[in-house]
C-alpha cells in the first residue's frame, strides 16, 4: 500500500473537503498543522493549530522547529499526526518573502516565544518573513496568549517560565498559528492528508 499526498479542496468555512478534486501548492503557501487532540499551544490560541510551515518548493518547506529555522522535505510531513491546512497569502510577493524566510535558515528556535532575541519560532518566522509588493509586512504582531477561555494563565505555561527564573510573557508583541491562519490575508483552500490507497501504476 503506497503513500501520496494530496489537497482536497475546500469546500465552505473550512468543515467541508471534496476528495474528489486536487489542487497544487504554490510556493509561498503556508501549512498549518492541526492536531487530533489538544496541547499546550492549542489549549491557550485559537483553533487546534500548533504549528505553521513555509511551502519553498514543490518538494520543501522551510520551518521553524527544535532544532532551529531548516529546510524539511513536503514528504516527511506525512509521519505527522493530524493534517495541514494550506493557506494561500493575499497580496504577497511571494518572491521576496521566501528570500526573506531563508535569510532565517540557520537561526534557533525560541522556546521562550520572546520578541526580544535572535530565536525564532514558527510562527514568527512568517511574520517576519512575508511582505508585500512595496517590501512593507503584512502581518503585524498581537498580544500574546498564555491564558484559557476563562482568562487564567494555565498551570502549564506558568511552571514552564518559573522554572527558567522567567515571568511569562503574556501580552507581549508575538504570534501564534491559529490566529495567524485566521487573519483576512490568509485563505485557507484546502488540506493536505495522507492517501492510504494504492498507487496508480
Keep these: 500500500m503506497a503513500r501520496r499526498w494530496f489537497i482536497n479542496l475546500i469546500i465552505s468555512a473550512g468543515l467541508a473537503f471534496n476528495s474528489c478534486q486536487t489542487l497544487s ?19 491557550v490560541t485559537p483553533g487546534m493549530i500548533d504549528h505553521v510551515a513555509i511551502v519553498v518548493s514543490k518538494d520543501s ?36 518573502s521566501l528570500d526573506n524566510a531563508r535569510r532565517y535558515l540557520g537561526r534557533k528556535y525560541d522556546y521562550l516565544y520572546l520578541p526580544d532575541n535572535e530565536d525564532i519560532y514558527c510562527s514568527e518566522l512568517v511574520q517576519l518573513a512575508y511582505v508585500n509588493k512595496k517590501g512593507q509586512p503584512l502581518f503585524t504582531t498581537i498580544p500574546m496568549s498564555f491564558h484559557d477561555q476563562s482568562g ?20 507581549q508583541p508575538g504570534t501564534n ?7 483576512s490575508l490568509v485563505s485557507i483552500i484546502g488540506r493536505l492528508t495522507p492517501d492510504k490507497s494504492p498507487s496508480q501504476r
Design 152 to 171: 487564567r494563565i494555565t498551570d502549564y505555561w506558568t511552571q514552564f517560565y518559573a522554572e527558567r527564573g522567567l515571568e511569562v510573557p503574556e501580552g
Design 25 to 43: 501548492l504554490r510556493e509561498g503557501d503556508l501549512l498549518f498543522h492541526v492536531v487530533a487532540t489538544g496541547n499546550a499551544i492549542t489549549e
Design 177 to 183: 498559528p491559529g490566529e495567524l491562519s485566521q487573519r
Design 61 to 96: 518547506v522551510i520551518e521553524a522547529v527544535g532544532r532551529g529555522v531548516k529546510t524539511t522535505p513536503l514528504d516527511s510531513l506525512r509521519n505527522q499526526e493530524g493534517y495541514y491546512l494550506v493557506g494561500r497569502v493575499k497580496r504577497a510577493d511571494r518572491k521576496r
